[in-house]
């Protein structure tokens, strides 16, 4: 099993721009779940899926952030316009079953906003 | 509020030397408990979890103490390695999902040759 992968794993930007973060969970994980990443903050959840359905995206920093999952084995994680505190690292985790607490966490993909 | 603290930010430990890192959790209603590792430039890796019907689980040279009286988790790693150095996470939760898995700020160890 390759794990839960994301891409890029490094991007810089520059203020204004868009961003688009991707994920592919692991093959029969049915939740799945976007973590940012902050020295001040720790890890903070973004959002969360059950079945490809967005259940709880109360951890979205603002409406510059969203989330899509159009299939069982891909997400991305968008945002637009980018600015210079959203510099992070965005995890994706996925895990087997609604009920289940053991996460599978990807690389990580490491954001800088210029 | 909920919160997950941890007693130290970093700790250092001689090679083959034992440690502890410590956490500090005030939701006495968890239920659930986990530690996660995060090595550099990795994402965090599970290593063990406990419930709260349990003071004690062993792994392969680690151990998780919890003492829910005064809400104090604790992970034991014997004989540390290199390969230790990480920053050690734990979590906790109470019921099923792991979208309430509430995160601690973590500790840094570094193992010393």
């Known amino acids: 099993d390759a794990g839960v992968i994301q891409s890029p794993r490094h991007e810089v930007t520059e203020m204004g721009q868009e961003v688009t973060l991707r994920c592919k969970p692991i093959?029969?994980?049915?939740?799945l779940f976007w973590y940012r990443q902050t020295m001040m903050r720790g890890l903070e959840l973004l959002i969360y899926f059950n079945n490809n359905v967005p259940i709880d995206d109360s951890g979205m920093p603002e409406d510059r952030f969203s989330a899509k999952m159009p299939n069982a084995s891909f997400s991305t994680l968008k945002i637009q316009p980018s600015e210079p505190r959203d510099s992070a690292v965005y995890f994706c985790?996925?895990?087997?079953?609604?009920?289940?607490?053991?996460?599978?966490f990807g690389a990580g993909s490491r954001l800088t906003v210029l | 509020g909920e919160s997950v603290g941890l007693h130290l930010p970093t700790l250092s430990v001689q090679e083959g030397d034992n440690s502890i890192i410590n956490c500090a959790y005030s939701?006495?209603?968890?239920?659930?408990f986990i530690w996660y590792k995060q090595e550099s430039g990795k994402g965090p890796q599970f290593i063990i979890d406990i419930r709260s019907n349990m003071d004690k689980r062993q792994g392969q040279r680690v151990t998780v103490l919890l003492n829910k009286t005064v809400k104090h988790l604790s992970l034991q790693i014997a004989a540390t390695q290199p390969g230790d150095s990480a920053v050690y996470f734990c979590a906790e939760t109470k019921g099923r999902g792991a979208q309430k898995l509430v995160f601690g700020q973590g500790t840094r160890l570094t193992i010393n040759p």
């Open positions: 093959s029969g994980h049915n939740s």
């Open positions: 939701n006495s209603a968890s239920d659930y």
């Open positions: 985790a996925s895990t087997r079953g609604s009920g289940a607490n053991v996460l599978t």
